[in-house]
């Protein structure tokens, strides 16, 4: 079955191109905050309010090493109608920390009337971003009880993911989650031809922005090239579909 379209938008008024290009989730999330910056939750409410009900809705929280910073922002994303919750673990280490964090969100989410779906996420360019490394990942969220992870890149200069961890790694993050019952996410400055790899390894969900965007990440979404992304997932006709997948 080929993955997901997770198109990230910085504004409502963004929305409405990722939805006649095919979007199958509409992330929101705030660039000038990082990678996973978190938005404001006017904006994650003006966003929700362009979608249609059954459409999914994604929040970045950010990365915060402090398990009750987290938790709060996961419940009030929450309340703003997302379904989707990510996080990163930049600044976190050991294990323990991560297991630790991911717990905190992860137990508020389950405590919430509309359980979201949390989604850790841990950055390709781990080495020199100081992220929490990838390879650990999948064992960490499941330890949790996490619903999915995520590889993405930290740093926002060009390289991809799949420059900067390699096919080879990334494959074996993908097994490894799988292997755990857990939901796979690919994002971090994926380019157009990178769409068929990704969609070759299995993954459930591919995440964009820049590509999605005229002008790169910085610019605005275009439905055009939306549509041009899920041609290249071999998903031809737009369409609506839940990440949840039991």
Known sequence: MPPLLLVSVI????VEAALEGGADIVDVKNPTEGSLGAATPAVLLAVRARLPPGLPLSAALGDAPLPGTMALAAAGA???GASYLKLGLRGLARAEDAVALLSAVQEVAHRLQTPPHVVAVAYAD???S???PPAELPAVAARAGLHAVMLDTARKDGVSTFE???EGAIAGFLASARALGLKT???GALRLEDLARSARLGVDVVGVRGAACVGGRAGRVS???VRELREALGLSVPGSRSLARS
């Open 126 to 128: 781990a080495e020199r």
């Open 130 to 132: 100081h992220g929490f």
């Open 164 to 166: 900067a961890l390699g």
């Open 185 to 187: 996410a690919l994002a």
């Open 78 to 80: 929450a309340a703003c």
């Open 11 to 14: 504004a409502p008024d963004e």
């Open 223 to 225: 439905a055009a090239k």
